[in-house]
């Protein structure tokens, strides 16, 4: 069963805009935080953008300015508008979701993200 439903990756020139975005299943409840992290080949995942439930976000410095995490707890989805991309935030992108109590994660599928110079 897929419990994250991530859409919005692609192909871009730098410069230009994606948005991103996640839906959580109606499986899944009690969720704090919503994330964004990425994986370029050959480097380490992590972490692009997060929002607490309270609305408290946290950037990667590198994506500081230019991309904005926003979600919807309605629809239980996690939006990432990424604008001004450059071709080193060439990756795959993955929906991350902790819910409350013991701690746990959920993780989309990925989705790719390819910035040509």
């Known amino acids: 069963q897929v419990q994250l439903v991530e859409s919005g990756g692609g192909l871009v020139q730098a410069g230009g805009s994606l948005r991103l975005s996640c839906a959580a299943s109606r499986s899944i409840v009690n969720i704090n935080v919503m994330g964004w992290y990425r994986q370029a080949p050959g480097k380490a995942r992590e972490l692009v953008a997060r929002?607490?439930?309270?609305?408290?976000?946290n950037y990667a410095d590198s994506v500081k300015g230019r991309f904005t995490i926003s979600r919807d707890n309605a629809k239980k989805t996690v939006y990432l508008q990424m604008n001004s991309l450059k071709p080193e935030d060439t990756a795959v992108y993955y929906c991350n979701v902790e819910i409350w109590g013991p701690p746990y994660h959920y993780w989309g599928q990925g989705t790719q993200v390819t910035v040509s110079s």
């Open positions: 929002i607490t439930s309270g609305g408290n976000t």
